[in-house]
């Protein structure tokens, strides 16, 4: 009886002793499981939401560790580009880009960097290389500002006209084909392009200046109706001013620079010294 008894409790200790084994392996399986999804997790979090300068220090030390992999080299052309230092991020996606493993997204994403520091015709270069049947609101978007820099009109408004079909979010490239318009000199479509900018992004106060200043271009001296602060209100209205001044309306200028110091919740020392200089030129 006792020799039964005793035979029970070692097959249960054998039993329970089977099973931490077999949660141990399962504890390790899973933690392995855990460090993959959480590596992939840290790198979508740093390339999103961290500090720039934070995912820049991340990824090289990572890079440093995985000297081939084209995800780590990736992020940290990514955040190069967020931490503003394009020319480190240009020498990265030529990396990226040359790698096997490398996508017609990296040389778009390379494209973009060459622009960024203003190597216009190795950006077209590497966009040539790109299939025509690879079709991106990014690629388009930068075709139309490549296209612009050549002065090639009708490609530019054609490829502005493809990107802005492309996204849901056209407020940055309508911006962009206005301010083409702009240079041109075609103020009125310009006008148009801008205000069609602000119905998509009504905060996007370079959009509002521009079309400040396409209205200007047709002696139109008016605030459009939009959105505004009191603090831009102020600047639009200098921006209005200054415009109607280099035009020869300096009347006109100088009442806008007037209405903006009263308009600006606080001290505007830039209208201050324009109205200044403008006061003592007419003096002199």
Same mark, same amino acid.
């Given at each position: 009886? /006792?020799?039964s008894?005793?035979?029970?409790?070692?097959?249960?200790?054998?039993?329970a002793?089977?099973?931490?084994?077999k949660?141990?392996?399962?504890e390790v399986?899973?933690?392995t499981?855990?460090?993959?999804i959480?590596?992939?997790n840290?790198?979508?979090?740093?390339?999103?939401a961290?500090?720039?300068?934070?995912?820049?220090v991340?990824?090289? /030390?990572?890079?440093?560790?995985?000297?081939d /992999?084209?995800?780590?080299? /990736?992020?940290l052309a990514k955040?190069?580009i967020?931490?503003?230092?394009?020319?480190?991020?240009?020498?990265?996606?030529?990396?990226?880009?040359?790698?096997?493993?490398?996508t017609n997204?990296?040389?778009?994403?390379?494209?973009d960097?060459?622009?960024?520091v203003?190597k216009?015709?190795e950006?077209?270069?590497?966009?040539d290389s790109?299939?025509?049947?690879?079709?991106?609101f990014?690629?388009?978007?930068?075709?139309?500002?490549?296209a612009?820099?050549?002065?090639?009109w009708e490609?530019?408004d054609?490829?502005?006209?493809?990107?802005?079909?492309?996204?849901?979010?056209?407020?940055?490239?309508l911006?962009?084909?206005?301010?083409?318009?702009?240079?041109?000199g075609?103020?009125?479509?310009a006008?148009?392009?801008?205000s069609?900018a602000?119905?998509y992004k009504?905060?996007?106060f370079?959009a509002?200046n521009?079309?400040v200043?396409?209205?200007?271009a047709?002696r139109?001296?008016?605030l459009?109706?939009?959105?505004?602060?009191?603090?831009?209100?102020?600047?639009?209205?200098?921006?209005?001013a200054?415009a109607?001044?280099?035009?020869?309306?300096?009347?006109?200028?100088?009442?806008?620079?007037?209405?903006a110091?009263?308009t600006?919740?606080?001290?505007?020392?830039?209208?201050?010294r324009?109205?200044?200089?403008?006061?003592?030129?007419?003096?002199n």
């Open positions: 009886m /006792r020799q008894r005793f035979v029970i409790l070692c097959l249960a200790g054998t039993i002793l089977s099973a931490c084994e949660n141990a392996d399962s399986e899973r933690a499981g855990v460090n993959v959480d590596e992939s840290l790198n979508s979090i740093m390339l999103a961290a500090d720039p300068n934070e995912a820049v991340y990824f090289r /030390r990572t890079l440093a560790e995985n000297p /992999r084209i995800d780590i080299q /990736r992020g955040s190069l967020r931490a503003k230092l394009p020319t480190e991020a240009v020498a990265v996606w030529a990396k990226v880009a040359a790698h096997p493993e490398s997204d990296d040389k778009v994403d390379y494209a960097a060459l622009i960024r203003g216009w015709d950006a077209e270069k590497v966009l790109v299939p025509p049947t690879f079709e991106t990014k690629r388009y978007r930068l075709e139309a500002m490549i612009d820099s050549n002065e090639e490609k530019a054609s490829f502005y006209e493809i990107a802005v079909g492309l996204t849901t979010r056209p407020s940055g490239v911006n962009n084909w206005g301010y083409s318009m702009l240079t041109r075609n103020y009125s479509e006008e148009r392009l801008f069609e602000l119905k009504t905060d996007m370079t509002k521009n079309l200043l396409a209205r200007a047709q139109n001296y008016t459009p109706v939009i959105p505004m602060t009191q603090s831009e209100r102020a600047q639009l209205l200098h921006t209005l200054l109607a001044i280099k035009q020869g309306d300096v009347i006109t200028g100088k009442g806008l620079l007037k209405e110091i009263e600006d919740p606080q001290y505007f020392e830039a209208a201050v324009s109205l200044e200089a403008l006061e003592n030129n007419v003096t």
